[in-house]
């Protein structure tokens, strides 16, 4: 035990005194907590530019139109009569979608047909259709059944039961909320990686060959790093930004040190094949995007390709988002993850040994 806290606190001491390391695994964490969800504060896209083409200019498109100026999610960019210069305008980029107002709207309404306004939609960005879709069907529906109740004494026409989009999990429906949770466990996996990776690099270039002590002491200071990390975006990162946490506390509080323990483990054995620190910098380049591509974040896993599903699924990395965004987000109850935590635990154990006798070796190739 004596020689174990010599070593572990070794760890930390080597930390310390080499920049690099300390930026990576430590300070990174910090700069990440900020610097990410900052980008995202506004949640999601407000004051989107559209065209309102009115053809009938009466005062039901006068009231549609009123109501649409009050929405928060789009902006009235000009009010034409003619669809070709709207056209023209999403063309090139002066708007991003076309509020169509035919000539025979009145009409419709008042006899109760189906049919009516027509939204043209630019699909080059879908974060900001969507926002101009929900902002221009909230107040249509709002101007029309309006207009409607006038005339329920003399029409048959009943406005269609409203449907309300409510979600579970990411309630204010905003893109940081739906990110950074995701990606929260990745920047720990990469810190780690590349923090411990230089470390154990720097430290085999003087012929270190650890014994069971002193690798399992720096196993207990990299996981005790890489935990406090964990509940700290986890923990306070999240409450700062009113990012939905806290579902299941208690199988988060079981499922850090066992994602931890396994990327440390993937990490040893990989750091074994490098010949200088600066290799861990080559990997981290040309693996980053494709861990979260494979995670099934950014693309659900069912659109992918079968090979691709199964390359994702083998991933710590996958494994660990998922579970994590199941416990801080969706609060699944803990049987729900155990297959992971077994899966990450089981490979963590394996890759440990392995490591372990990568690095004692004489001659690693």
Request: hydrophobic share 50%.
């Amino acid at each position: 035990m004596k020689d174990f806290l010599r070593f572990y606190f070794k760890t930390f001491k080597d930390i310390a005194g080499n920049a690099s390391i300390f930026t990576t695994l430590v300070l990174s964490v910090f700069f990440y907590s900020f610097f990410y969800p900052t980008a995202y504060k506004a949640e999601h896209a407000e004051s989107l530019p559209i065209v309102i083409v009115d053809e009938e200019q009466s005062m039901i498109t006068s009231t549609i139109i009123g109501e649409v100026s009050k929405s928060p999610n789009v902006k009235i960019k000009a009010v034409t009569g003619n669809f070709a210069e709207a056209e023209m305008m999403v063309k090139t980029q002066q708007a991003d979608g076309i509020l169509l107002l035919p000539e025979n709207l009145s009409n419709s309404i008042h006899r109760g047909e189906v049919g009516g306004v027509g939204l043209y939609l630019s699909a080059a960005y879908f974060l900001r259709t969507k926002q101009i879709g929900l902002g221009l069907a909230t107040s249509i529906e709002y101007a029309i059944a309006e207009r409607a109740q006038k005339f329920g004494d003399i029409s048959h026409f009943s406005p269609a039961l409203s449907i309300h989009q409510i979600p579970l999990f990411n309630t204010m429906s905003g893109y940081g909320s739906y990110i950074f949770p995701a990606i929260a466990p990745l920047i720990i996996y990469q810190t780690i990686f590349l923090g411990l990776s230089m470390l154990i690099a720097g430290y085999r270039l003087q012929n270190w060959r650890p014994s069971k002590t002193e690798f399992f002491a720096i196993f207990s200071a990299i996981l005790t790093i890489g935990c406090l990390g964990c509940f700290y975006l986890f923990g306070f990162t999240f409450w700062f930004y009113d990012y939905p946490h806290g579902g299941n506390f208690f199988g988060m509080v079981i499922g850090v040190p066992i994602f931890i323990s396994c990327v440390i483990g993937l990490t040893m054995v990989i750091a074994s094949f490098f010949d200088m620190p600066e290799r861990a910098g080559h990997v981290i380049v040309f693996t980053s995007i494709p861990l979260f591509l494979l995670s099934g974040t950014a693309w659900p896993h069912a659109a992918m390709p079968e090979w691709m599903q199964w390359l994702g699924n083998i991933l710590p990395s996958t494994q660990g988002i998922q579970m994590f965004i199941q416990l801080n987000q969706m609060g699944v109850p803990l049987n729900i993850v155990i297959p992971k935590m077994i899966y990450l635990a089981t490979l963590g154990a394996v890759l440990l040994v392995w490591g372990y006798f990568r690095l004692s070796q004489r001659d690693q190739k």
